[in-house]
């Protein structure tokens, strides 16, 4: 295997897959992604791979994921089919006291385009019959989906190595040196250099920024989640807890908790969750729990995406975010923009490592 590249991404799950896709757009050799299992391994093939803009506060976050959102559609087509389905999104609430919370974050969101209906309860019973007959009302908007991650992540993987990325898989980085201006990547199959650095290890980015001394405020929460037996298709949205999947299963969950790289699933968690399931959709009392995995959550310490050069290193990149399924399309647009034209198509100044100080 070559050891000398023009860039290397350290991490290949959905964030860095997508930057390396997105990369290999622009030119066709020269990329190689280092990842210390295999893709899908982790958290993003543990997650309800929701493509989800609603919700999201304040609103120039959600306007930031609205854009990642409005790529997926032309993402399918340049990958292939990655079982994305804008289904819309429901947030219920239950009690008539939420409305006005709801109205607000309406009116934020409509200053900058994005469209939420507040619905009433009639209204969400229409949309989505097995809803619980108690609910008060829903916020709704038209622009929420999901997606399969698995199929997301193959896809990226399988167009980028059409454009000559090289994976290397199962293989850990040890160490990050600066060595005559270029990065020097010691890993468990030997060392590889680079002119250009991306660090998008997810859930293991503090470790990873250690090795240089740079501190990538990163943290980790683990969300557990519930999978049904295939049923028939009866939910028409994507809602704020849990979707139908393709073959018929329903994926619910809404958890988290601060467990470290700890991915047991429990039973306190699990009970939460099905009585939330339960609790949205009466009818789900009645079918039969298949299995439960947990997932572990790239969690930067304010809560939003962390993206874009790294103070005081020349040609070192950061991509750590939460929501790096929703992301993704956007995130790897972007990065690639900064590497080869040194300045990007939006803004994301307010996302730089250098708000941590």
Same mark, same amino acid.
């Given at each position: 295997?070559?050891?000398?590249?023009?860039?290397?991404?350290?991490?290949?799950?959905?964030?860095?897959?997508?930057? /390396?896709?997105?990369?290999?757009?622009?030119?066709?050799?020269?990329?190689?992604?280092?990842?210390?299992?295999?893709?899908?391994?982790?958290?993003?093939?543990?997650?309800?791979?929701?493509?989800?803009?609603?919700?999201?506060?304040?609103?120039?976050?959600?306007?930031?994921?609205?854009?990642?959102?409005?790529?997926?559609?032309?993402?399918?087509?340049?990958?292939?089919?990655?079982?994305?389905?804008?289904?819309?999104?429901?947030?219920?609430?239950?009690?008539?006291?939420?409305?006005?919370?709801?109205?607000?974050?309406?009116?934020?969101?409509?200053?900058?385009?994005?469209?939420?209906?507040?619905?009433?309860?009639?209204?969400?019973?229409?949309?989505?019959?097995?809803?619980?007959?108690?609910?008060?009302?829903?916020?709704?908007? &038209?622009?929420?989906?999901?997606?399969?991650?698995?199929?997301?992540?193959?896809?990226?993987?399988?167009?980028?190595?059409?454009?000559?990325?090289?994976?290397?898989?199962?293989?850990?980085?040890?160490?990050?040196?600066?060595?005559?201006?270029?990065?020097?990547?010691? &890993?468990?199959?030997?060392?590889?250099?680079?002119?250009?650095?991306?660090?998008?290890?997810?859930?293991?980015?503090?470790?990873?920024?250690?090795?240089?001394?740079?501190?990538?405020?990163?943290?980790?929460?683990?969300?557990?989640?519930?999978? &049904?037996?295939?049923?028939?298709?009866?939910?028409?949205?994507?809602?704020?807890?849990?979707?139908?999947?393709?073959?018929?299963?329903?994926?619910?969950?809404?958890?988290?908790?601060?467990?470290?790289?700890?991915?047991?699933?429990?039973?306190?968690?699990?009970?939460?969750?099905?009585?939330?399931?339960?609790?949205?959709?009466?009818?789900?009392?009645?079918?039969?729990?298949?299995? /439960?995995? &947990?997932?572990?959550?790239?969690?930067?310490?304010?809560?939003?995406?962390?993206?874009?050069?790294?103070?005081?290193?020349?040609?070192?990149?950061?991509?750590?975010?939460?929501?790096?399924?929703?992301?993704?399309?956007?995130?790897?647009?972007?990065?690639?923009?900064?590497?080869?034209?040194?300045?990007?198509?939006?803004?994301?100044?307010?996302?730089?490592?250098?708000?941590?100080?």
């Amino acid at each position: 295997m070559e050891t000398n590249y023009e860039t290397i991404v350290i991490g290949g799950g959905v964030v860095g897959s997508g930057i /390396a896709y997105h990369l290999s757009e622009r030119y066709k050799e020269g990329v190689l992604v280092l990842d210390k299992k295999y893709p899908m391994s982790g958290t993003s093939g543990s997650t309800q791979a929701w493509v989800w803009v609603h919700n999201k506060t304040p609103s120039w976050y959600a306007e930031f994921s609205m854009y990642s959102a409005e790529l997926y559609p032309y993402l399918s087509k340049k990958i292939g089919d990655v079982e994305y389905k804008r289904t819309g999104g429901l947030s219920p609430f239950f009690n008539e006291s939420d409305r006005e919370k709801a109205q607000k974050l309406a009116e934020s969101y409509r200053k900058i385009g994005i469209k939420i209906k507040v619905l009433s309860r009639e209204e969400v019973l229409e949309k989505e019959p097995y809803m619980n007959p108690e609910v008060a009302g829903a916020t709704y908007s &038209s622009i929420d989906g999901n997606v399969n991650p698995f199929r997301l992540i193959d896809m990226y993987m399988r167009a980028a190595k059409r454009n000559g990325v090289r994976y290397s898989t199962y293989n850990r980085v040890t160490e990050i040196r600066q060595v005559n201006g270029k990065y020097l990547v010691v &890993s468990d199959k030997g060392a590889f250099e680079c002119k250009n650095l991306i660090l998008a290890g997810g859930t293991w980015s503090r470790e990873i920024g250690d090795m240089l001394g740079v501190k990538i405020p990163v943290n980790q929460l683990r969300g557990q989640i519930l999978v &049904s037996e295939p049923l028939k298709p009866f939910l028409n949205f994507t809602i704020s807890g849990l979707r139908q999947a393709n073959n018929g299963e329903v994926l619910m969950g809404y958890s988290m908790e601060e467990a470290g790289f700890n991915r047991a699933t429990t039973l306190d968690v699990i009970q939460e969750t099905a009585n939330m399931a339960v609790r949205y959709v009466p009818g789900l009392r009645k079918a039969k729990i298949v299995r /439960a995995f &947990s997932g572990i959550r790239a969690m930067p310490e304010d809560g939003f995406p962390i993206l874009g050069n790294v103070p005081g290193y020349e040609n070192l990149y950061v991509a750590a975010t939460h929501s790096g399924v929703t992301l993704s399309p956007l995130i790897g647009t972007l990065i690639t923009e900064l590497i080869m034209d040194g300045e990007t198509s939006i803004p994301i100044d307010r996302y730089s490592l250098s708000r941590f100080g």
